[in-house]
């Protein structure tokens, strides 16, 4: 196991989240699966949690109760190298769940995620800061990101 692997807390949701991510990215796979036993705060043989893996990270999905819902002040940030990716993730992710601004969207288990496209941080970080603040500009008007949107303000800046 890595050193570091996001456990992400679900009430009673971890089978079905687990099946919805795995449905969603090309590399996904379940790794090991525990159950609460006799005498825990759970029904005895509920799913405790579940290890799996989606393209190469390592997660734990949980089964811990109603106490911590998920809040966007964290947020899994995937990485796309087109907009067709763009447009694939941000409709099956988002499918039941709300939009946000600026590549951001909560799904169905209120987990954040931003669906953001590989170059998006060289246009941000252009040394022309009026190039740099164009695409800024054009992002903050954005919910699903727009690849040739953010190229065409970069480009006119």
Known sequence: MPKITPCLWFDTQAQEAVAFYSGIFASARTLRTTHYGEGAPRPADMVLTIEFELEGQRFIALNGGPEFPFTPAVSLSVECQTQDE???????????????????????????????????????????????????????????????ALQNAHARA
């Open 86 to 148: 763009v447009d694939r993730l941000w409709q099956q992710l988002g499918a039941g769940g709300r939009p946000g601004q600026c590549g951001w969207l909560q799904d169905k288990y209120g987990l954040s995620w931003q669906i953001v496209p590989h170059l998006l941080p060289e246009l941000l970080s252009d040394p022309d800061p009026r190039k740099a603040q164009a695409v800024m500009q054009a992002l903050m008007g954005m919910h699903k990101l727009d690849i040739a």
